[in-house]
């Protein structure tokens, strides 16, 4: 048990508060870095199109850690960042009150990220005409699930 007390008595401090977990300012901002930092394409800058395809059998006990998210297409830099931007339209523990296992960000846990449950493919080289982002497939939001109802 704590030793120190809160400000207002002479009770001690249990750690924990009761503001709702993204909610504060630091959170939004750093959702928002996020969201632009996996979007961010530079004027002119030369993007690729990959499909993320599943690799991985159904029955594949890595898909217990990482739902299956379906087929995807992305505009990215190179087939890593493909991976990245896929993972980042996911949803992410700062969006909900959880917190990761480790780091951060849960994007690392995506199933995107891992190359024993997606290939990635370049479909089209050197476009000049796009964003980098998701072009098409659905991304699903429920892969976190709230401890809240």
Request: net charge negative.
């Amino acid at each position: 048990m704590a030793n120190g007390v809160q400000s207002n008595g002479n009770e001690a401090f249990n750690g924990t508060s009761d503001t709702s977990f993204g909610k504060s300012v630091e959170s939004q901002a750093q959702m928002h870095d996020a969201e632009v930092i996996a979007t961010e394409t530079e004027a002119g800058e030369k993007l690729n199109i990959y499909r993320l395809t599943a690799i991985a059998e159904a029955d594949d006990p890595r898909w217990e850690l990482s739902p299956y998210q379906g087929e995807v297409l992305v505009a990215a830099r190179t087939s890593g960042d493909a991976r990245i931007v896929a993972a980042g339209r996911e949803l992410d523990f700062m969006d909900v009150d959880v917190a990761p296992a480790s780091g951060v960000s849960t994007t690392d846990a995506s199933a995107f990220r891992s190359d024993k449950l997606y290939t990635v493919i370049e479909v089209e080289h050197g476009r000049h005409d796009l964003q980098r982002g998701v072009i098409s497939g659905e991304v699903g939001v429920d892969t976190i699930k709230s401890t809240q109802l």
